[in-house]
Nanobody, 114 residues
Framework: VQLQASGGGLVQPGGSLRLSCAAS????????MGWYRQAPGKERELVAT???????FVADSVKGRFTLSRDNAKNTMYLQMNSLKPEDTAVYYC?????????WGQGTQVTVSS
């Protein structure tokens, strides 16, 4: 299984980005998918997860600003990020869990700066 993350970039504070994580296999086979982020000099932080049943978790640091969704027909998960702040600057990694193990996408850089 391969995961392809995309959608990162440079955005001004208050702006929006949508990250995508496209899977090479049916995402309905993953019991949970989500995103971590890691900023320079900081520990990796779990940002959001979504279960196969659609139940979502969003970290307090991004609650009300970030929304996670999945499109099973496109085998893609999305992270909609609104009202971005400089402290959201990080490399964002998508992941997906199956019984066989955990799979990772490559990171995508998000930079929030004026």
């Amino acid at each position: 299984v391969q995961l392809q993350a995309s959608g990162g970039g440079l955005v001004q504070p208050g702006g929006s980005l949508r990250l995508s994580c496209a899977a090479s296999a049916s995402i309905s086979s993953f019991y949970v998918m989500g995103w971590y982020r890691q900023a320079p000099g900081k520990e990796r932080e779990l940002v959001a997860t979504i279960s196969s049943g659609g139940t979502t978790f969003v970290a307090d640091s991004v609650k009300g600003r970030f929304t996670l969704s999945r499109d099973n027909a496109k085998n893609t998960m999305y992270l909609q990020m609104n009202s971005l702040k400089p402290e959201d600057t990080a490399v964002y990694y998508c992941f997906a869990n199956k019984i066989q193990g955990k799979f990772w996408g490559q990171g995508t850089q998000v930079t929030v700066s004026s």
